[in-house]
């Protein structure tokens, strides 16, 4: 955002943003709205209606509005001045809503878009129709010192190193992919089944002059791990291991979750972490190499709400790297944590706006993380600049969390 954003807005620009409604999705929306309708929440109730079944919140899936206005178009810096809504056919759970704006009124002046909204489900059928209008705030300076900046960029810092990102074709691990091979790593891109945005993320990082490869293993899977390893062994050298790939975050009440769950998320947080720590970890004794494994500011304080399986498997795994890094200290080898709070992601983006304004209320610098907030630490974490730190957990919470 190194230039005004608002010069780049077009008429005809459009974007979308699509989720699948959960019945997890509707009782957190009834619990942080307070709205329990019974054609909402009741079965037997809504089966008795012509409906025959429940029907979501109208604002649940309208909500996905503030999502396209504040994230993708125009997205930061966007102020919602105002929004028509028309509700034209019923949402159901279980449906895909996708709604979709389009910029058709541009006022120079006043910095104010009319964008034109809607909503389809799965099948194309419509389900709420609308026009927006938004007013792209103008701040003093849009330089490179603002919260989406990207990654430090010094080429050298990490000149010589080798690193294996798991989980790197999106979010979080694509931008710790790009940081630490803008900053002269060579990096093995994991992925599992996202290939094609592997390879576009492999073609970015080598249009930038960067060096990288990508590796395909589930890393729940011993014998994916073990074929991976394997290939990264016949390069030569590992130096860095960024531990980030994980499972979606159940949401539900404890009476919800089963027993099974909870061995679901610790296999694929913890799991995922011993599985790809112990394969790789006589590169990182040669090298005396750096492993940073990303957790969550969720597992600390209070912890965060309904996310029971989710929450236990990422306090265990601090655990396990404190451990960890009391015994391979001697080695030579660092073990360190990133704990970041709610990040911008696609993950977020069917949580309820009204959630997301209170984290950020909470939060000193009144804004969530960024992928590049969330990298930049990983980057320091991975270059020399940390070699006396071992055990420890940067937390990337804009002050959320205060240890």
């Given amino acids: 955002m190194s230039k005004d954003p608002f010069k780049k807005i077009k008429i005809g620009d459009f974007a979308s943003v699509e989720k699948k409604i959960t019945k997890e999705d509707v009782e957190i929306f009834a619990q942080l709205t307070g709205d329990f309708n019974a054609l909402h929440m009741d079965d037997e109730f809504a089966r008795k209606t012509q409906f025959s079944q429940r029907i979501v ?15 993708k178009l125009p997205g930061q810096g966007a102020l919602y001045l105002s929004q028509e809504i028309n509700f034209v056919n019923p949402v159901y759970i279980g449906d895909t ?76 691990g694509k931008a710790i992919a790009k940081t630490l091979s803008f900053n002269g790593a060579f990096v093995w891109i994991n992925y599992n089944k ?49 531990n980030n790939a994980g499972p979606s975050i159940k949401s539900a009440l404890f009476e919800n979750i089963s027993y099974e769950d909870m061995i679901f998320a610790f296999e694929n947080i913890v799991g995922n972490v011993f599985k790809v720590t112990k394969a790789v970890l006589p ?31 990422k306090s265990a795994l601090i655990g396990f790297s404190k451990n960890l890094a009391q015994e391979l200290g001697p080695s030579g080898i660092r073990v360190n944590m990133v704990s970041p709070s709610m990040v911008e992601t696609d993950l977020v983006s069917g949580i309820p706006e009204k959630y997301k304004h209170m984290m950020i ?41 205060m240890l």
């Fill in 361 to 401: 209320a909470q939060t000193p610098l009144r804004r969530l993380a960024t992928v590049n907030d969330v990298a930049n630490a990983v980057l320091f974490l991975a270059s020399d600049l940390s070699d006396f730190i071992t055990g420890d957990n940067i937390l990337v919470t804009g002050g959320q969390i």
């Fill in 97 to 172: 809503v996708k709604v979709t704006g389009i910029v058709e009124k541009i006022y120079p002046s006043t910095r104010i878009l009319e964008i034109r909204t809607e909503g389809i489900n799965q099948q194309g059928i419509k389900v709420l129709t609308g026009r927006a209008k938004v007013r792209v705030l103008k701040f003093s300076e849009w330089s490179d010192n603002n919260q989406q900046k990207e990654a430090t960029n010094m080429r050298d810092l990490l000149k010589g190193k080798v690193a294996l990102v798991t989980g790197a074709s999106r979010g979080i």
């Fill in 283 to 313: 590169l990182l004794k040669e090298s005396k190499g750096k492993i940073i494994n990303i957790l969550s500011s969720s597992a600390l304080g209070r912890t965060a709400y309904n996310w029971l399986p989710y929450v236990t498997a």
């Fill in 57 to 71: 919140h109208g604002f649940l899936h309208a909500s996905l509005l503030s999502t396209l206005i504040g994230m």
């Fill in 194 to 242: 996202s290939e094609k945005s592997a390879n576009e993320l492999k073609t970015e990082i080598l249009e930038s002059g960067g060096v990288c490869e990508t590796v395909r293993a589930d890393v729940t899977s011993q014998k994916d791990v073990d074929i991976m390893t394997k290939k990264i062994m016949e390069q030569g050298r590992l130096d860095i291991l960024v």
